[in-house]
Each structure stands twice: as C-alpha cells, then as structure tokens.
C-alpha cells in the first residue's frame, strides 16, 4: 500500500515557478514508477510526467517538454515536479501517481495509487 500527499501547488504570474513534491508512505515507493498527471476543469485527466523507480529514465508530454523536470529522492520518499515558465494553460489540479510499470507515457488505468490533488493556477 502506497499513500501519496501532494504539496506545493499555488498561484503564480505567468512566466513563473513553482514545485510540486509528493510525499509516499509505505516501504515499497523505491519499486513504483512515479508521474504526474493534471486535470483542468471540464477537461479530462492527461499524463504530465513520469519517472523510472531509480530515476534513470523520464518521459514528459510534449505541451511541457523543457519547462518541467520530474525528480524523486527514494530516500526521502518524495517526487518533485519543477515547473518553469508556467502558462495559463498550465492552470489545473496536479495529481501524483504511483505505477507498477514504466511507460514512456503513464496511463490512468495503469495507476495503482493516486494522490489527492493540489491546484496550480497561472494568472496571465
């Protein structure tokens, strides 16, 4: 069982930064691709960013490619998503995500736990 808390959401200026950590409880985060995915009202849930279990390898969706970095510390039990040069369009709920399997793009059926959300919102 994997337990994951979002934090570091807010508001911020377009062209701004922010970064979102998530924090995982349970023995087992070392052995779970971790991403992160966002969801805009009336809009559905899209794949964000994701991260091997030992960090070698990431992916991100192109509409962020360049301004956001997907990190985690398994000591820490923590996945860090560092957002630069933030748009309007970046404004959403931002969800982490726990997989069994990595995949170059994360699917939300493929999740196996999900955090419970923090807004980002980006005035322009």
């Known amino acids: 069982q994997v337990q994951l808390v979002e934090s570091g959401g807010g508001l911020v200026q377009a062209g701004g930064s922010l970064r979102l950590s998530c924090a995982a409880s349970g023995r087992t985060f070392s052995s779970y691709a971790m991403g992160w995915f966002r969801q805009a009202p009336g809009k559905e849930r899209a794949f964000v960013a994701v991260?091997?279990?030992?960090?070698?390898?990431?992916a991100y969706a192109d509409s962020v490619k360049g301004r956001f970095t997907i990190s985690r510390d398994n000591v820490k039990n923590t996945v860090y998503l560092q957002m630069s040069s933030l748009k309007a369009e970046d404004t959403a709920v931002y969800y982490c995500?726990?997989?069994?399997?990595?995949?170059?793009?994360?699917?939300?059926?493929?999740?196996?736990?999900w955090g419970q959300g923090t807004q980002v919102t980006v005035s322009s």
């Open positions: 995500a726990a997989a069994a399997e990595y995949r170059k793009t994360m699917v939300p059926d493929e999740v196996d736990y």
């Open positions: 991260i091997s279990w030992g960090g070698g390898r990431t």
